[in-house]
């Protein structure tokens, strides 16, 4: 994108309210940090089901913690929207944040490979090699989210 | 305080001080241990107090092992992280709150591991009495509180300005 529109997104007002004030950024990252921690509690008892670590039958459960771990995931969105448009240049040409956002979206076709394909596998107390594969997958995925988005600071301008 | 000088004056904590191998991997393996061991001891204290449903009393003890291990994980990376800066560290307000919450979040988790081990190998049942769900919902309280005052001392102390 041109520098004009990077330049527009960071002369919106919420990028004055996420900046100006000492405690709304500390409180939008707080907030982000303890969204991760339910996403990957979440998302772990689901991927080890998966992996076969245990193995029951547990729709249901997995289905209440998807939901958990989108939920999560919808907050550390909007968050990160907000801090986004809050410091834009941090993470435009950052590599770590580009990294991260490739890492999310291939997350997110893995859990739609998942939904169309392997949730049948809960309801039983199966594994296959594809949901060993989409659970190893996703734990290493959703790991390399939270490192990139740790070395933002790094790599930023 | 002059053993944390000393600590700091060392080559390995010299090393993790300047490279970019060392402080950034650090912290970001103490990011993903953190997710690991908080995440995990939300999902049992919502398991123990029947807001989840569905994990048996053997996955409740197996996600309290890795819960562990993550702990163990931010306790090494942490321990390297505290070397660097031990004097700076010390002297932190937010820090020192930080590890009073990790202490009693890290107590409670090992206890509820000994406490919710299955008598036996064939037993799946989770039996877990009142005082084990009071104290997992505190050590949730405790874990997210930590996770934010860990956050806090980038802007409550001098560490990173």
């Not at chain 1, 240049?89 to 998942?114: M, T």
């Not at chain 1, 949730?119 to 390399?144: A, F, Q, R």
């Not at chain 2, 919502?46 to 092992?65: F, H, K, S």
């Given at each position: 994108m041109?520098?004009?529109?990077w ?6 007002p919420?990028?004055t309210?996420v ?16 969204s991760?921690?339910?996403l990957?509690?979440?998302?772990l ?9 245990y193995?029951?039958?547990c729709?249901?459960?997995v289905?209440f913690?998807i939901?958990?771990a989108?939920?999560a995931?919808?907050?550390?969105l ?8 809050g410091?834009?240049?941090k ?6 944040f580009?990294?991260?956002l490739?890492?999310?979206a291939?997350a997110g ?15 039983s ?9 989409v ?11 939270i490192?990139c ?9 | 305080?002059?053993?944390l000088a ?10 993790l001080?300047?490279s970019m191998?060392?402080?950034p991997t ?10 690991v061991v ?14 989840v449903?569905?994990i ?25 992280l505290?070397i ?18 990790v202490?009693?979040?890290a107590i ?7 406490r ?7 037993s799946?049942a989770?039996?877990?009495?009142r ?5 997992s ?25």
């Amino acid at each position: 994108m041109s520098p004009d529109v990077w330049a527009w997104i960071a002369s919106t007002p919420v990028r004055t309210w996420v900046v100006d004030s000492p405690y709304v950024w500390p409180t939008l990252e707080s907030i982000h940090f303890a969204s991760l921690c339910v996403l990957m509690g979440s998302l772990l008892v689901v991927d080890l089901r998966l992996i076969g670590l245990y193995r029951q039958p547990c729709a249901p459960t997995v289905r209440f913690l998807i939901r958990l771990a989108v939920a999560a995931f919808a907050v550390n969105l909007v968050t990160g929207l907000l801090f986004f448009l809050g410091n834009t240049y941090k993470y435009v040409d950052n590599a770590a944040f580009e990294l991260k956002l490739v890492l999310i979206a291939i997350a997110g076709l893995n859990a739609l490979l998942y939904k169309r394909s392997l949730s049948h596998i809960v309801e039983s107390d199966e594994v296959s090699l594809s949901s060993i594969g989409v659970g190893c997958l996703s734990l290493l995925l959703w790991s390399g989210v939270i490192v990139c988005g740790r070395m933002i600071t790094f790599y930023a301008p | 305080m002059s053993m944390l000088a000393d600590l700091e004056a060392t080559a390995l904590s010299e090393w993790l001080s300047i490279s970019m191998l060392g402080f950034p991997t650090l912290i970001a393996l103490h990011s993903v241990g953190m997710a690991v061991v908080v995440g995990l001891s939300l999902i049992v204290a919502l398991r123990l107090n029947g807001l989840v449903a569905g994990i048996d009393g053997q996955l409740v003890a197996r996600l309290l092992t890795i819960a562990a291990w993550g702990f163990v994980l931010n306790f090494l990376t942490g321990l390297a992280l505290f070397i660097t800066r031990g004097t700076d560290y010390i002297a932190s307000g937010i820090f020192l709150i930080k590890m009073l919450l990790v202490i009693v979040s890290a107590i409670i988790l090992f206890w509820l591991r000994e406490r919710l081990k299955p008598v036996d190998s064939t037993s799946r049942a989770l039996v877990a009495d009142r005082l084990s769900k009071n104290l997992s919902l505190v050590a949730a309280t405790t874990w997210f509180a930590a996770v934010v005052a860990g956050r806090l001392i980038a802007y409550l102390s001098d560490l990173y300005r």
